[in-house]
């Protein structure tokens, strides 16, 4: 088959994937700027998400399954800011990172004991039933076929973006969890309760990460290992977008979606897996006084 | 603070007895090792010292991973990796030796990393010179891939670009050059040693480890120097992302390294007593009580390395290296200001700790009566279960590694058995509960003791032992 023929195809999966990079690298975002912290549970997120999702799918419809899975994940992302506010003014980076993927391999582990090692599949949100099978409306467009789902994928991606946007500049509480990023004893002093903002945060960028995985689970097949790659392709994008800057983090999430798939699919295709983390690793390597040099400013 | 800096001096007069019986305190720890050591094989059965043989390999790790994260403050979720090279490394040459059509592949790779790490190392260059000076290797390393050009030819054209590049580039032509010369040499003679080890059916373990250790060395190197650069949460990404990699490339190339379906079986245990002298020989035995099987043999070879490497740490630790790696965890800026090369520090304790990992894992691979490897024995997971050792015997303690290495190992195989009466909670079935129980000590430890639990014992018995003291010296007044 003619590899260019396969592009258009390769681009709209990479976009897919790049959405839910692009909500894993908000969710880095938002917990780093309130806290400095950066959150290696982040991809759980997504995981717990989808993992509900796919499991309550099969039994309840949409309207169950949504909230509880976002609650869920809300939940998860509760005990990590429990678990990182405890020691939060003594700790030291190392003591934190490890706090954090401490929760993260548990969550892994809970996931693997409740809904075991295989991969689950979800149906799409609006599909057609076929003989008690859904399956899912396809789109044909520019040489490639776009499924119903991964129009859900984009656009949720892209209605929690504007929110977030939202959020953060007209709303009270987003303009107080902007305060507290810029200047905690500041913030403090004015009357914000600082704590109750960090939970927030990390709540809220839980709950993101969890509806990504509840959008994505009809897409990519929950697995209780997921977390790992998504959390590490969601932190690449948010290094390359700029760690606190929401728009470059979804647009660097998008751009390594689509390089990630191309790469994978043309060049690649054994060592697909590798390539977000071959571009981590790159752009930690080529960019590191840029990487440092925010971190020295923050 | 006055007063203890005179105290110290009036205490350095009396230095010499005091000494004495410091040393003698500090060896105190390394007899009663020596003599468990000797003599465990008589009270421990088979199953025991299986595990006994796994703790002490863990202990290697730990030990190892402790160096860079307790004492240089350097995080690495990606230990594995190395442990993974040195396991596979040694697995390939003694048990599954490269097949000639994928050998000058490997060996001219194997070649350009040990060039590159060589010209990095010497020129000590980054940014656009590292950059040309790694494309014009991986060339120089190609064109000794052509069959068609003879190696001599191949030899001189290598030497003689990186002299030119050297000029140009004024990084130091004859720098460059032994880089090139090195290419050059490396890619001949590992061309050579491994159609000579597939011709004899594979090599001795002793090369394979020695082999594995060059290797991690280099690529730990090459790693290490760049990756270093970063802090906190950045250094432990790259890491992570490494260590990723290198398991990937274990699952996925599946002409040398046999995959994930296959793994690597047969690999032969080390035979350690043919190479001893006799008298050492009959010493194991008389320790033992009884002839000295291969299993115990090969826990007696283990546990030496283990010993080694911890005298190894203790003295790295006391020593000028071992200041500079603390200097560098408490503040990076301060060691510097002080003329502590930083950059060159870190690298060390780095590459240190990965031919530690390298050398445990060698000894997992020809593990005796197992010798089978296979990738996920090298993940992420394995990684994490290493950092939970170090952090549970606690950051900056040799002797706690080994504490760590042996509770979590031990806390493993209770969980194992466990498992295999498939125990039910509530109608769910108990199984892989490792990541579960290992996350909670992870949170726990850090909330509670973030100096580990021999660290925050002792810590709360001199805290005790303080509190007594002080509450006689006030009744004493009083």
């Not at chain 2, 090969?298 to 203790?314: D, H, K, N, R, T």
């Not at chain 2, 800026?333 to 240190?352: C, E, H, I, M, N």
């Not at chain 2, 445990?360 to 490897?373: E, K, P, Q, R, V």
């Amino acid at each position: 088959m003619d590899l260019l023929a396969q592009v258009p195809q390769l681009v709209v999966s990479g976009i897919t994937l790049g959405c839910i990079y692009a909500i894993v690298a908000v969710g880095f975002s938002i917990i780093y700027s309130s806290t400095q912290v950066i959150n290696f549970a982040q991809g759980e997120f997504v995981m717990i998400g989808a993992m509900v999702a796919a499991v309550l799918l099969a039994k309840t419809s949409l309207l169950v399954a949504f909230p509880a899975a976002v609650a869920s994940g809300c939940l998860a992302g509760a005990l990590v800011a429990l678990f990182v506010l405890i020691p939060l003014k003594r700790a030291s980076v190392i003591s934190l990172i490890i706090i954090t993927i401490g929760t993260s391999i548990m969550f892994r582990g809970l996931a693997q004991l409740f809904w075991g090692e295989s991969a689950i599949p979800a149906p799409p949100f609006t599909g057609v039933a076929v003989q008690g099978y859904v399956e899912d409306r396809e789109f044909h467009l520019f040489g490639a076929y776009i499924r119903a789902q991964e129009l859900w994928v984009i656009g949720v991606t892209a209605l929690l973006v504007v929110g977030m946007h939202v959020f953060f500049r007209y709303t009270l509480v987003g303009q107080a969890m902007r305060a507290c990023a810029i200047n905690q004893l500041g913030a403090r002093i004015v009357g914000i309760n600082a704590r109750r903002m960090i939970t927030a945060s990390f709540i809220m960028a839980a709950g993101l990460g969890a509806v990504a995985g509840v959008v994505v689970s009809p897409v990519f097949y929950a697995k209780c290992n997921m977390g790992t790659a998504l959390g590490l392709g969601g932190f690449c994008a948010a290094v390359l977008g700029g760690l606190g800057n929401f728009a470059g983090g979804v647009a660097a999430g998008i751009i390594l979606g689509i390089v990630e798939s191309l790469t994978g699919g043309l060049l690649w295709s054994d060592y697909k897996d590798a390539v977000a983390f071959v571009i981590l690793l790159v752009i930690l390597l080529i960019r590191p006084e840029g990487v440092l040099r925010k971190r020295a400013e923050a | 603070m006055d007063g203890s800096g005179s105290k110290r001096i009036r205490g350095g007069q009396a230095a010499p007895v005091r000494l004495r019986n410091a040393q003698v305190l500090n060896l105190l720890p390394f007899l009663f090792f020596l003599v468990c050591y000797a003599f465990a094989p008589r009270v421990v059965n088979e199953a025991q010292l299986t595990t006994i043989i796994y703790i002490g390999i863990y202990v290697l790790l730990a030990v190892g991973l402790n160096l860079l994260m307790g004492y240089a403050g350097q995080i690495s979720l990606g230990h594995a990796a190395f442990f993974g090279i040195g396991a596979y490394t040694s697995g390939i040459l003694t048990a599954k030796p490269i097949a000639n059509e994928v050998i000058p592949g490997v060996s001219v790779g194997f070649a350009v990393l040990s060039a590159v790490a060589l010209f990095l190392l010497l020129t000590r260059v980054s940014g656009w010179k590292l950059g040309v000076g790694i494309v014009l290797l991986v060339l120089l390393g190609w064109l000794h891939n052509l069959s068609s050009i003879a190696p001599a030819i191949c030899a001189a054209c290598a030497v003689v670009v990186m002299g030119v590049f050297g000029l140009v580039a004024k990084v130091g032509w004859s720098r460059a050059c032994v880089s090139g010369a090195v290419l050059a040499i490396l890619a001949n003679v590992s061309k050579w040693f491994l159609r000579n080890t597939l011709e004899r059916g594979g090599a001795s373990p002793w090369t394979g480890l020695l082999v594995g250790i060059f290797l991690t060395a280099v690529i730990s190197y090459l790693i290490g120097s760049q990756v270093l650069r970063l802090r906190g949460h950045y250094l432990a990404m790259a890491t992570l992302a490494f260590g990723v990699i290198v398991e990937i490339v274990f699952r996925q190339w599946t002409a040398v390294t046999g995959g994930s379906s296959d793994g690597i079986f047969n690999i032969p245990p080390i035979q350690f007593f043919s190479c001893i002298p006799g008298f050492m020989r009959r010493f194991y035995e008389m320790a033992a009580g009884k002839t000295v099987d291969l299993r115990t043999q090969y826990y007696y070879l283990v546990w030496a390395f283990v010993f080694i490497a911890i005298v190894l740490a203790v003295n790295i630790v006391r020593s000028r290296v071992g200041r500079a790696f603390r200097a560098v965890h408490s503040s990076e800026q301060a060691a510097a200001s002080l003329g502590v090369d930083t950059a060159r520090y870190k690298v060390q304790v780095f590459v240190l700790s990965a031919c530690m990992a390298s050398v445990a894992g060698t000894l997992h691979a020809h593990n005796a009566g197992i010798g089978y490897i296979h990738p996920s024995e090298f993940g992420f997971m394995v990684s994490v279960e290493l950092v939970v050792m170090v952090v549970l015997g606690g950051m900056a303690s040799v002797w706690g590694s080994l504490f760590g290495a042996a509770a979590i190992q031990t806390l493993k195989d209770t969980l194992l058995d466990l498992e295999k009466t498939n125990p039910e909670f509530w109608g769910l079935k108990l199984q892989g509960l490792d990541p579960i129980v290992f996350g909670a000590v992870l949170i726990v430890v850090m909330i509670v003791l973030p100096q580990g639990l021999v660290r925050g014992f002792s810590d709360g018995l001199s805290a005790l032992w303080r509190g007594a003291g002080r509450i006689k010296k006030q009744q004493g007044v009083g």
